[in-house]
Nanobody, 122 residues
Framework: QVQPVESGGGLVQAGGSLRLSCEAS????????MGWFRQAPGKGREFVAA????????VYADSVKGRFTISRDNAKNTVYLQMNSLKPEDTAVYYC???????????????WGQGTQVTVSS
């Protein structure tokens, strides 16, 4: 069983930065690919970024490419999402998820966190 717990959300002005963290309470964290997704009010869930179990490969949505960076520290059971040059359209609840593949498809992930709110003011 994997229980991801997100943290680091908050309110930031446009152009600012935030770093989200997701710690997973499992001794097998290094076996899982990890992904970040987001959901804005009134919209569906959207893929943001994913990383393989080793950290050797990352995948990004076009909307965040060049601004966001996903990374992981398997010794700390934690995956990060560094978000720079934030825009008001990045406002959403951000979720991390664990699964077998670093996929952009939410259905490929087995375990989900409760989410953390990110609000970007203009």
């Amino acid at each position: 069983q994997v229980q991801p717990v997100e943290s680091g959300g908050g309110l930031v002005q446009a152009g600012g930065s935030l770093r989200l963290s997701c710690e997973a309470s499992t001794r097998t964290f290094a076996n899982y690919a990890m992904g970040w997704f987001r959901q804005a009010p009134g919209k569906g869930r959207e893929f943001v970024a994913a990383i393989t179990w080793s950290g050797g490969r990352t995948v990004y949505a076009d909307s965040v490419k060049g601004r966001f960076t996903i990374s992981r520290d398997n010794a700390k059971n934690t995956v990060y999402l560094q978000m720079n040059s934030l825009k008001p359209e990045d406002t959403a609840v951000y979720y991390c998820a664990a699964g077998p593949w670093a996929s952009g498809e939410g259905a490929q992930y087995d375990y989900w966190g409760q989410g953390t709110q990110v609000t970007v003011s203009s």
